[in-house]
């Protein structure tokens, strides 16, 4: 079955880095679109970064130039490299696989539990 295990959340200081890791297990990441996603306390849950089957990303302006989506194919698991980081920053953080177009949810999957990333000041 589909599992994704996100990690490497913690207490960063405003300027500090963290990187994200999301192993996954029923599937091959570089067979999909795969996303992260964040959601603050009291905001919808939004896509911050993608990377396509073939290698192309997108990030949203707010962590365009700070943060950096990769994959390792043979460890099966996504990364989000995340730099200079703001309290705005500040959310749990998700990855998801999304449909080869990096559209779509795959309806089999669910949301895993995230890793919770705070930035003070």
């Known amino acids: 079955q589909v599992q994704v295990v996100e990690s490497g959340g913690g207490l960063v200081q405003t300027g500090g880095s963290l990187r994200l890791s999301c192993a996954v297990s029923?599937?091959?990441?570089?067979?999909?679109?795969m996303a992260w996603f964040r959601q603050a306390p009291g905001k919808e849950r939004e896509k911050i970064a993608t990377?396509?089957?073939?290698?192309?990303?997108t990030y949203t302006d707010s962590v365009k130039g700070r943060f950096t989506i990769s994959r390792d194919n043979a460890k099966n698991t996504l990364f989000l490299q995340m730099n200079s980081l703001k309290p705005e920053d500040t959310a749990m953080y998700y990855c998801r696989r999304l449909s080869t177009n990096c559209r779509f949810f795959l309806a089999i999957d669910t949301w895993g539990k995230g890793t919770l990333v705070t930035i003070y000041s």
């Open positions: 029923g599937y091959t990441v570089s067979s999909y679109c």
């Open positions: 990377i396509s089957a073939g290698g192309s990303t």
